[in-house]
C-alpha cells in the first residue's frame, strides 16, 4: 500500500507480510501526519512479527510527527511485535534525541 500526498511531499508505503517495512519520504509534520495515521490504522499487526519504520528519506519531522512514531510504537507493543528503526538524517535524528526518545525506541543501521 501506497499514500501519497504531493502537496506536502509526502509518502508513505507498507510491503506487507510477517515482518513488514513502512517507508516515510518527506515531511511528517502536522499536515501529514494525519495521512500517516490513517496508512498506519490500515495496518493489520495480528500475524506481524517485526516492523521496520525506515526514515532514511524523510526530510523533516516536528513534534506531531514523533507522537505519530510513538503511536506506532505503542501499537506494536500492544500487538508483541517488534518495531525498529532505520534512522533519518541527522536533523530528524535530533528531534528523537533532544526529546530522550533516541534512548527509549530501538534503532538498526547508521545513525548519521
Known amino acids: 500500500m501506497e499514500l501519497t500526498s504531493d502537496p506536502f511531499h509526502f509518502a508513505v508505503s507498507v510491503a506487507p507480510g510477517p515482518d513488514i517495512l513502512i517507508t516515510v519520504t518527506g515531511e ?27 526514515l532514511e528519506r524523510l ?9 505519530a512514531v510513538l503511536a506506532l510504537n505503542s501499537k506494536c507493543d500492544s500487538a508483541s511485535a517488534a518495531l525498529t528503526i532505520r534512522p533519518g538524517p541527522r536533523h530528524v535524528q535530533r528531534v528523537f534525541e533532544l526529546t530522550g ?8 543501521g547508521r545513525q548519521v
Open 101 to 108: 526518545y533516541g534512548r527509549e525506541l530501538t534503532f538498526i
Open 59 to 67: 526530510e523533516f519531522m516536528d513534534a506531531i510527527g514523533l507522537r
Open 28 to 54: 511528517l509534520d502536522l499536515a501529514t501526519t494525519p495521512a500517516f495515521e490513517a496508512a498506519i490504522a490500515d495496518i493489520d499487526l495480528g500475524s506481524v512479527r517485526h516492523a521496520v519504520l525506515d
